[in-house]
Nanobody, 122 residues
Framework: HVQLVESGGGSVEVGGSLRPSCVASAHSFSLRCMRWFRQAPGKEREGVAT????????DYADSVKGRFTISQDGAENTVYLQMNSLKPEDTGMYYCAAIRPGGNCGSLGDFGYWGQGTQVTV
């Protein structure tokens, strides 16, 4: 069973930066695809940044392109989300998730492992 633990959220002023992290109990490369999601009150959960752990390929939602960067440290089994130029609309609970073995990164239902979330308030 894989556990994901997020930390590093907080409150920041408009234009500020935060760098949440997600530590996995399994080697991150074995998880193949990891994604940061966020959910604001009254809104649906949305994916904001994805990393394919084996290749390092990344993908971003349009709303965060140029401001957020997802990265990984395989030795530490950790995935980071560097968030710059934060806006009030970035406020929400941020979750990291990983696809289950054999899953498809393009299929939301295949994200079988979730962290408890870390709050970001701008």
């Amino acid at each position: 069973h894989v556990q994901l633990v997020e930390s590093g959220g907080g409150s920041v002023e408009v234009g500020g930066s935060l760098r949440p992290s997600c530590v996995a109990s399994a080697h991150s490369f074995s998880l193949r695809c990891m994604r940061w999601f966020r959910q604001a009150p009254g809104k649906e959960r949305e994916g904001v940044a994805t990393i394919t752990t084996g290749t390092g390929n990344t993908d971003y939602a349009d709303s965060v392109k140029g401001r957020f960067t997802i990265s990984q440290d395989g030795a530490e089994n950790t995935v980071y989300l560097q968030m710059n130029s934060l806006k009030p609309e970035d406020t929400g609970m941020y979750y990291c998730a990983a696809i289950r073995p054999g899953g498809n990164c393009g299929s939301l239902g295949d994200f079988g492992y979730w962290g408890q979330g870390t709050q970001v308030t701008v």
